[in-house]
């Protein structure tokens, strides 16, 4: 395949969590819909009719891969938008009945952020906390809950350390108390089957590019009968909930993702699994004072993540950087807030540690190869920095 | 313009930093400044002959600029007078690299304070400043929510290890007992933190190695203040004497031993 190698060529891309390239079938198929196939699906002449049902035909596609009914869902422009909708819009319409929201303390930050907005408009947040493996405890969010609370919105699987929540088990608790449960599902995309009707998730956040569709398609899964207000006012598009023209091509790029990720996930996450587990065990054999943050078992296929004593994250990338692999870390020195990384701090890591973090996820593209290239310029990397290092003799 | 976005001086400082290193001898003055705990730490090392910087050497803890930032200023103060060397200000050493990412500029101020440290402490002869420290003894009164929290993890027993498995562990300095103790949690946990006030450990050296070699994580110089949490323990408030700085770190189970 083209893209492979291209990406072989230039570099080793082992940072897949940021951004994953659009496969090429994807980019097939969407070519007509920019050019010849442009129809609107609010015309009512062949042309318009034609992208309608190219649209519902995707919708439909969709909702299958997360065992959704076809109207239940909503197609918005990325996972930041389906947040905003999903929380924003349920609390909005739904504050006659009470104001209290649960997050966990290791929420994507686009999470934190909205529930900083909604602590200035009249909501109370709570936070729950995760262990040290990442993980949020269900009986911690029991210790929150009041009878106000109306949101819990926990991620399906971390986006930095990849640990994966017992979200069946908070989706429980939920129905239980009554209480709507959301989950940003983009870190697991493609990485864990995701079934909303077993887990009892209420409403859901999903985006094109993390199934290797393009950017600025996402979709939020809204179960029949909860009501949200729009943020996005206008022709009344997607049910009146996010009005704007539908985004065709990307939209038929989103559900070719969807299709193709159905046939080839299961290898695919046997293969990612493989390279994690290799790329785990070398790493904390080659380098002394290595560890690894998340948890040992229960973390996505696609994600090792590693803090070494005495180093510091934004030098590690340049380092790797420079030998050609490109990797991520949470570090606060490569942060716009140069403040460490959120997650990493509710693990129970010191500033210090969180700052010696380096991130490796995986994807599609990889080959053992860019895995074997990894494992073996770290530790030089690793060795060089803590030889300039004051802290690391003491460690 | 992006943290990592550097030019290409800052990068060549960064790939092959200059004079790295440690100096030893009675002519040596040490300066050190700076925190892990708020990102970086720096150690410069100055040799000084009649009034001149005669050898400088470092060794830093941080990003990218602050390892550059560290070689530059060595490389600009060797062979300048004292007065010269102090006049450094951190514009100059951003000049002198080609311009540093904005958000990057206390990087390069601490490896100018980190020269003007050791200066001053040639001058007044001074062990540096982040050795000096306050003593303090912390007791389980000391500590709000102690009581509170007893046996919803707060522990003042070391009976039964297996009460720690899985458990984010954070043990106080109570001699020898409680740092066998520590050891022997690491058995059980991953995590287990170790709270002393003092600066170093007056213990038995082998005990020492063996704690050194240990993955518990130390923090020397430091104080619980409070345990908070809502039916269980899920942090501890922490006083770094040091720095005088106050901060948060999320744990299961504190350990105080009687």
Known sequence: ?395 | MKSTQYSEKVLDHFRNPRNVGILKGKDVAVGRVGNPVCGDLMEFYVKIKNNKIDDIKFKTFGCGSAIATASMITEMAKGKTIEEALKISRKDVADELNGLPPIKMHCSNLATDALRDAIHNFKTKQKPSLQATPEAKECREGITNAEKFLNRGVHFEADDPSLFIDKRTIVLDRGDKSIEFALTLTKYTPRVVYVTSAKDFSIKPELKRKLIQSDVKILYESRILEIMGITEVEKVRIHDLNENEKYELFVDAVVILL
């Open chain 1, 1 to 395: 395949m083209v893209l492979r190698r291209k990406i072989n060529n230039m570099s080793v891309y082992l940072d897949y969590q940021s951004s994953k390239p659009v496969d090429p079938r994807v980019v097939e198929a969407m070519t007509p819909y920019l050019s010849s196939k442009f129809g609107n699906p609010s015309s009512l002449h062949s042309l318009g009719n034609e992208a309608t049902k190219i649209l519902e035909n995707a919708r439909q596609t969709v909702a299958g891969f997360i065992n959704a009914e076809k109207d239940e869902i909503i197609f918005t422009s990325g996972a930041t938008e389906s947040n905003n909708l999903g929380i924003i819009g349920f609390a909005m319409r739904n504050k006659q009945r009470g104001n209290h929201i649960i997050i966990s303390e290791i929420e994507h930050i686009s999470i934190h952020n909205i529930a900083k907005y909604l602590a200035k408009n009249e909501f109370d947040i709570s936070k729950v906390p995760v262990d040290q493996y990442g993980k949020v405890s269900v009986n911690k969010i029991k210790d929150r809950l009041t009878d106000n609370t109306i949101l819990i919105s926990i991620g399906y699987a971390n986006n930095e350390i990849g640990t994966i929540q017992p979200i069946a088990e908070i989706g429980n608790l939920c129905r239980e108390k009554n209480i709507i449960l959301h989950s940003d599902a983009v870190a697991a995309e493609g990485l864990l089957p995701i079934d909303v009707k077993k887990d009892n998730i209420d409403i859901l956040t999903f985006s094109s590019n993390d199934i290797y569709g393009p950017k600025g398609v996402g979709v939020l899964y809204v179960r029949k009968g909860i009501r949200l207000t729009p943020l996005m006012i206008g022709g009344g598009q997607e049910s009146g909930i996010r009005s704007g023209t539908e985004n065709i091509p990307g939209i038929v790029g989103m559900a070719k993702a969807v299709e193709i990720m159905q046939q080839e996930m299961d290898n695919e996450i046997k293969k990612l699994r493989g390279y994690r587990d290799h790329l785990i065990k070398i790493i904390l054999r080659k380098i002394p004072k290595s560890y690894l943050n998340g948890h040992p078992t229960e973390r996505l296929a696609n994600n090792a993540h590693f803090r070494f004593s005495g180093i510091e994250g934004e030098s590690l990338l340049l380092s790797m950087n420079d030998k050609g692999i490109s990797v991520s870390t949470g570090s606060a020195c490569s942060s716009k807030t140069l403040e460490p990384s959120h997650t990493l701090i509710s693990l129970g890591l010191l500033h210090e540690e969180a700052h010696g973090s380096l991130q490796f996820t995986f994807g599609r593209f990889t080959s053992q190869r860019d895995i074997d290239a990894a494992a073996e310029a770290l530790p030089d990397v690793v060795n060089r920095l803590r030889k300039l290092s004051p802290l690391y003799h003491k460690t």
